[in-house]
């Protein structure tokens, strides 16, 4: 997806369990910087998934970008690993038969980014040394 870019914000972040934490408050002061408040629980949800996807698949440093215009919001979140992510396939509750198959938590992140965001997709680099997953977000 391609912005007519108005401002664009990045940070890079080492791979560890707070990174998260941080790349969810970066999203969340650069939607704030912008008076973008109504995209804020979709952006950071959004912004969570990838960084956590980041840390426990590609387990690498990651770097999130916000950009923006005057219609759209863009996040892109790169990592060192060029295995692209696999959305997990529909499944039923893991414990809607009352079992407790606890091995099936997990997974459904790229649904809630399809879900929350207007699009979204995967760029492999150039070199084949990492890829970028983005996600877009319409500002209404």
Do not use: Y
């Not at 990838?50 to 005057?70: C, E, I, K, Q, Y």
């Not at 790169?78 to 039923?92: E, G, K, N, Q």
């Amino acid at each position: 997806m391609e912005l007519d870019l108005r401002w664009s914000h990045h940070l890079l972040l080492p791979c560890e369990a707070t990174s998260v934490r941080r790349a969810r408050r970066f999203a969340h002061d650069a939607l704030e910087q912008h008076d973008l408040a109504e995209l804020t629980l979709a952006v950071e949800l959004v912004v969570s998934e990838l960084a956590t996807n980041a840390t426990v698949h590609a387990r690498t440093p990651f770097s999130v970008t916000m950009s923006g215009d005057d219609d759209a919001v863009l996040v892109k979140v790169r990592d060192r690993s060029s295995t692209p992510p696999v959305p997990a396939a529909p499944t039923p509750p893991a414990f809607a038969d009352g079992g407790d198959d606890t091995s099936r938590i997990g997974g459904r992140g790229l649904g809630l980014v399809s879900h929350f965001s207007s699009e979204w997709g995967v760029q492999p680099d150039a070199t084949a040394t990492g890829k970028t997953v983005w996600a877009a977000f319409n500002i209404a």
